[in-house]
């Protein structure tokens, strides 16, 4: 079996982190770096390697994704936000465990570095 992500140390709470949401499917916490004021990870409890990597039987998994993304945001207080899943190494992937980064509590420029 692969070594545990740290996303997954982080569910098993073997690495601390501060927690915005928890249910049976996913985690949200933030960001220990964060890039804007508001700056969430939302995580599926379910190591996906990353987005492209997703099988058919994960649909239903990443819909439930997106509609907790807009409840975590909200509940965040944020009015304006961007979700971004940076899938590869070379699209700026570190943690090889499916994550969305909940930006937001600044105006954000387009297009993205
Ligand atoms: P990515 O570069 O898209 O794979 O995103 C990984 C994110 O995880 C980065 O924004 C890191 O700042 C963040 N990160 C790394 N270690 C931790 C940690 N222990 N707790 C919270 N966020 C972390």
Not at 55 to 75: C, H, N, T
Not at 99 to 107: S, T
């Amino acid at each position: 079996m692969a070594d545990k992500t740290l996303f997954s140390k982080i569910i098993d709470r073997e690495i601390p982190a501060n927690i915005v949401y928890e249910d049976e499917l996913c985690l949200a916490f933030h960001d220990i770096n964060p890039q804007a004021p508001v700056h969430v990870l939302l995580i599926p409890k379910r190591p996906i390697v990353k987005l492209s990597e997703a099988a058919s039987g994960d649909q239903p998994l990443l819909g439930y994704l997106m509609l907790k993304a807009g409840e975590v945001a909200k509940k965040l207080g944020l009015k304006s936000f961007r979700i971004v899943s940076n899938d590869g190494a070379d699209a700026g992937q570190t943690v090889f465990h499916l994550h969305f980064h909940i930006l937001g509590g600044r105006p954000l420029s387009w297009p993205p570095g």
